[in-house]
């Protein structure tokens, strides 16, 4: 089921990375955005949006990885916030409860303006 994975990312302002998410999220996909995203936040970003609108798929192991950079955020005191979250992975997020957990906001532009660091 994998499309190739890209992240495209920006660095809008010190210490905050925004990454476009392109591509299926899934078991092959997965060591690769894990790899991505904890670089990035081990390069001096530890507060990341990850803009999911050209996200098609995601399983459990996407999810997983999700997490992961959630709490590598975390631990670098930065915060990890979703952005345009489609309705299935919405939905997954809401049935494991992780949308308790992370901001979800319908853009990104919404997520900067809240301010990652806050989140």
């Known amino acids: 089921m994998t499309d190739d994975l890209r992240l495209t990312v920006q660095h809008p ?20 955005l894990r790899s991505q995203v904890l670089e990035i936040v081990r390069r ?3 507060h990341l949006i990850l803009d999911l609108d050209q996200v098609g798929f995601c399983d459990s192991t ?4 999700i997490i992961e950079a959630w709490h590598a955020a975390r631990e670098a ?6 952005a ?26 919404d997520a900067m303006g809240r301010g990652a660091e806050t989140a």
């Open 13 to 32: 302002r010190p210490g905050l990375a925004v990454a476009a998410v392109t591509g299926a999220l899934d078991l092959q996909a997965a060591p690769t």
């Open 44 to 46: 001096g970003h530890p």
């Open 62 to 65: 996407g999810l997983s990885v």
């Open 77 to 82: 005191g930065g915060s990890l916030a979703l």
């Open 84 to 109: 345009h979250v489609p309705g299935r992975l919405m939905r997954m997020l809401t049935l494991t409860g992780v949308d308790t957990l992370l901001p979800v906001h319908a853009t990104t532009a």
